[in-house]
């Protein structure tokens, strides 16, 4: 109850307390141009949030961070920086589907994308869709997809933009964009770097964070160039070199560090002819990391995979009204490492989508997709969605859908532990969104329920090796919120106001339990106040506690905690091309950990500078 | 880390339990209040810990009372590190070996307040024993896969004064447990059912000077009497320590998996196949077909008889659980019925007799 209580408290701390804004509002869908265009065309029942540019600056460059503050999505991160998995809707890491331009990134061996290895500042804008979509981006999309997207636009404009940000633990965050058309040819660079000594005071614990040192540098490269009026081609690539050290507990245990280096690139071309739209994809994917488990000796473990991704996608459009899209991709993987084997698997797919608008008010898609492969046994997915306009205020949102994680190299390949008969864990999952609209004000309220079987879990198995195995069952169901406001409230005074809540029971089914390290309840809000030239700008998050024993232990709970951060800007020049600001992260100094003995940093500070000539 | 004299030393060691410390500790350290529990009549079990650090239950003699998290009550905002495996015992203090930090936390036995840390020299350490007022340290570094053939672990040699590593042997095998015999220190060269042999170490001048061999998936070891007992993956050898001559080879074979956890105790040997006890006498010339007993666990092949143990007429199970929440222990007496089932903590490996 006392949980309750305060929640409602948080609530009505972010709905009545309306001091500050944020002008850079986490926009909808609509006008946002997407090289992922299923996310555009394929999201009817489903809730979109994206995150752009300028809310992506806010955060620093850690992707867990820009999401944690902006999102409902839960994050477990083993102290700042660190390795950070994600619970989307209840569920585990492996079970959000990472999307770049609208491939699946998610690691061959683990299932997972760490989140503390993207760089924020190589990508235009990032969406988060809520729930199932694995009828459209394959393995993983079960509690959600997080979809990093560059932008191409033929508006023969150059923008250039210089961010600069630097401080606490010497921590640096460098990130160049570029974008350049002419009629014909489009060209868009971003370059980031961050780094940071990441040695922070364990608050209350009068020592430092140790061997938590991380860099990491991302380019991503994007050019499209018009043929002719119908046929566009379109190159992505995209480099990332990381390296980070994971920080140690105890002072005496040996250090150890981790680097990826991941490459990828994704070549298209999109044909329109009569009521045909086609888009032919070519697409490698190179994984690699290497682990050194005692950073003052050389060896290290490592891994790599190498996809190939080849995709038909033919858009047929009956009417305005009425378009089918039949996707096929077959998609090859080699990857050995250093537990593993060199073992290939090829995946082809079918997927059939259809989207329809038989009424003014109403809009509903169906999809189905199989994939084949001698893996695994594939489940048929579906999908079906829609979406009713009751009034201008208010709509009604429903979507169902069975989606899939499969088993991943290390599950089935690890040396002496892989198991080549797991099968792919699978859910059924049903929501209702309902979406008000009045004004300058929006608010979403999603329901869903959930229940994922066939979870594979690594066990412990003869002689201590842990094996894997489709072994639990998972049922989830809750509350998702997010809310907006924006208005300009006096002549030059612009406040603005997002705000999300979560609330989420993700229950083992063989025990009846809640999982370890998924909240009940987690909420963020962000608030913007722009005069003129300058502005404020106030973020919350509330994370509340979570269990560390899978018997729900109380005693080994880790607290709820809230964070805040403020900051502010002033725009220079005569065209506002020059920005100065400063932030403060952490202002109330709270004394947190996400994970058991991993301290996050207390208060700390940086300042920017951003140049967009 | 703050260093304790080694006078304070001295005046824990000569002060034993409870109330008898005498006025020179008062010289280092401010007064603790004087903790309420005191461990004397009763064992400890080992929780090794999962994802946070492992903790220490005590469960009196009478098996009526138990006490969790022991450390952390007497030492707040401590901990006694990462997979905690193995505690040695030397007069009143308890040397507490954490593999996953690289640390020993030595304690006052009695009352497990903090007495000091050794915290360098370590990498993954393993198990332990005390000669000649020196700590023999098993390492494992960095756990090479079955079928390696180079192998960085040692053994730590830490002098109980200064308490730092005077010496390490290496050995270019898996090192994993120790025991000591007549000034002579046996360490097994095998870890996790892989490798084979058991070097011996003179602590006088800490050089090896002899290496047994045993069969191949050596498990673990005892010495009774003169006679090395080596319990492997499929049968167990006696050899006779001062001749190094194989006296007899006994054939375990099992459906369910393979013997494990050989303990010798009041003319007995001990070892255990899944959820089962099996028992025959040091003389006997056949393995048993039937267990003494089976438990009822949840647990995964692995976490089955976690920990095992033989002492006094009682037989002591410890059950790892899902390694993800508090587990328990099982006492038996040795004909097989069982005293007492008692929640422990997260992974409980093992158990140390505290008298």
Not at chain 1, 550 to 570: P, R, T, V
């Amino acid at each position: 109850m006392k949980t309750f209580i305060r929640y409602i408290l948080i609530l009505s701390y972010f709905t009545a307390v309306p001091v500050f804004g944020q002008a850079d509002s986490i926009t909808i869908l609509d006008e946002v141009f997407l090289t992922d265009t299923k996310l555009k065309d394929f999201s009817t029942g489903q809730e979109v949030t994206i995150l752009n540019d300028s809310v992506l600056k806010k955060n620093g460059a850690l992707l867990t961070s820009a999401l944690n503050f902006n999102t409902n999505i839960y994050f477990k991160e083993n102290g700042l920086g660190m390795v950070s998995s994600p619970s989307f809707r209840g569920t585990s890491a492996s079970q959000t589907a990472v999307l770049w331009n609208g491939i699946n990134i998610n690691s061959q061996f683990n299932g997972q994308t760490d989140f503390n290895t993207i760089n924020a500042g190589g990508y235009d804008n990032i969406s988060i869709r809520g729930g199932g979509g694995s009828v459209v981006y394959g393995t993983g999309a079960v509690g959600g997809t997080v979809h990093l997207n560059t932008q191409l636009d033929f508006s023969k404009e150059t923008q250039n933009d210089f961010f600069l940000q630097y401080g606490s633990f010497n921590s640096l965050d460098a990130r160049y964009k570029l974008k350049t058309s002419t009629e014909k040819w489009s060209l868009s660079i971003a370059l980031a770097r961050n780094s940071s000594d990441n040695d922070y005071e364990w608050p209350g614990r009068y020592r430092k964070n140790e061997n938590g040192e991380f860099y990491n540098n991302n380019l991503n490269v994007a050019i499209a160039y018009l043929l002719n009026e119908n046929n566009t081609v379109k190159f992505y690539s995209e480099v990332f070199d990381g390296e980070r050290h994971f920080a140690l507990i105890r002072p005496s245990e040996t250090k150890t560090k981790y680097q990826d280096f991941n490459n990828r690139s994704l070549l298209e071309w999109v044909s329109e002819f009569g009521d045909f739209i086609s888009v032919a994809k070519m697409a490698y994917l190179d994984e690699n990391y290497k682990y050194f488990d005692n950073i003052a000796r050389e060896n290290y473990s490592s891994g790599n995979a190498n996809t190939f991704i080849g995709k038909y996608d033919l858009k047929f459009l009956v009417s305005e009204e009425l378009q089918f899209n039949t996707v096929l991709s077959n998609t090859y993987t080699d990857g050995d490492g250093s537990g593993i084997e060199k073992n290939t698997r090829n995946i082809f797919s079918a997927a059939l989508l259809m989207k329809h608008r038989p009424v003014e008010k109403l809009d509903y898609e169906l999809g189905i997709r199989k994939e084949i492969t001698g893996n695994y046994e594939s489940p048929l997915l579906f999908s079906a969605a829609a979406a009713y306009n009751f009034t201008s205020y208010y709509s009604l949102k429903l979507n169902v859908s069975r989606d899939f994680r499969i088993p991943t190299y290390n599950d089935l390949y690890w040396r002496d532990a892989g198991n080549q008969n797991l099968s792919p864990e699978t859910s059924n999952q049903v929501e209702l969104g309902n979406q008000f609209n009045y004004r300058n004000f929006s608010l979403n309220l999603t329901g869903y329920y959930m229940q994922i079987d066939d979870m594979i879990r690594w066990l412990p198995a003869e002689n201590g090796v842990w094996r894997p195995k489709n072994e639990e069952s998972v049922e989830i169901y809750g509350l998702e919120s997010k809310l907006q406001w924006e208005n300009k409230i006096f002549n030059n005074h612009y406040l603005n106001l997002t705000g999300t809540y979560a609330y989420t029971v993700s229950e083992n089914k063989n025990t009846g339990r809640q999982l370890i390290y998924v909240p009940f309840h987690k909420a963020t809000a962000a608030v913007n106040y722009v005069f003129n030239d300058f502005s404020i700008d106030y973020q919350f998050l509330y994370n509340g506690d979570v269990f560390t024993r899978s018997d729900n232990n109380e005693k080994f709970k880790i607290d709820a905690y809230m964070i805040s951060n403020l900051g502010i800007s002033y725009d220079f020049g005569k065209e506002n091309t020059f920005t100065i600001g400063a932030r403060i992260l952490n202002i109330f100094n709270e004394e947190y950990q996400n994970v058991e003995d991993r301290f996050m940093p207390g208060r700390n500070f940086n300042m920017y500078i951003n140049f967009n000539p | 880390m703050k260093r304790i004299s080694k006078l304070l030393t001295m005046a824990i060691l000569s002060g034993l339990f409870l109330n008898s410390c005498s006025s020179d500790d008062d010289i280092n350290e401010p007064v603790k209040p004087q903790p309420e529990n005191s461990y004397n009549d009763g064992f400890f079990v080992l929780n090794e810990g999962s994802q946070t650090a492992g903790t220490v239950t005590y469960i009196s003699d009478d098996l009526q009372t138990s006490a969790q998290n022991i450390y952390e009550v007497v030492n707040e905002d401590d901990d006694l590190g990462e997979f905690i495996q193995s505690i040695v015992f030397e007069d009143d203090l308890a040397y507490i070996i954490s593999n996953g930090s690289n640390l020993i936390t030595i304690v006052n036995r009695y009352t497990f307040e903090l007495v000091e840390k050794i915290d360098s020299g370590l990498l993954s350490p393993r198990y332990g024993v005390i000669e000649n007022g020196k700590l023999y340290v098993t390492n494992q570094g960095s756990y090479e896969e079955p079928g390696a053939t180079e192998f960085d672990d040692f053994i730590a040699i830490i002098d109980l004064e200064s308490l730092t590593v005077e010496k390490t042997i290496e050995n270019n095998t898996p090192l994993e447990f120790i025991e000591e015999e007549n000034g002579l220190i046996y360490v097994q060269n095998a870890a996790f059912n892989n490798g084979n042999g058991i070097t011996v170490i003179d602590a006088t001048s800490n050089e090896i000077i002899n290496t047994i061999n045993t069969l191949e998936n050596l498990n673990s070891f005892e010495i009774e009497n003169g006679v090395l007992y080596a319990l492997n993956t499929s049968s167990l050898e006696k050899i006779d320590l001062a001749l190094g001559e194989v006296l007899s080879k006994i054939m375990i074979a099992s459906e369910v998996g393979t013997p494990t956890n050989l303990v010798l105790e009041d003319g007995m040997i001990y070892y255990t196949i899944g959820n089962s006890v099996f028992t025959m006498s040091e003389n006997a010339e056949e393995a048993p077909d039937e267990a003494l007993f089976s438990y009822t666990t949840d647990s995964g092949q692995y976490g089955k008889m976690y920990g095992f143990e033989v002492e006094d007429d009682r037989i002591y199970i410890a059950d790892g659980g899902d390694f993800s929440s508090n587990s328990f222990v099982e006492i038996y007496t040795t004909s097989g019925e069982l005293l007492e089932n008692i929640t422990v903590g997260v992974g409980p490996n093992g158990f140390y007799f505290n008298d």
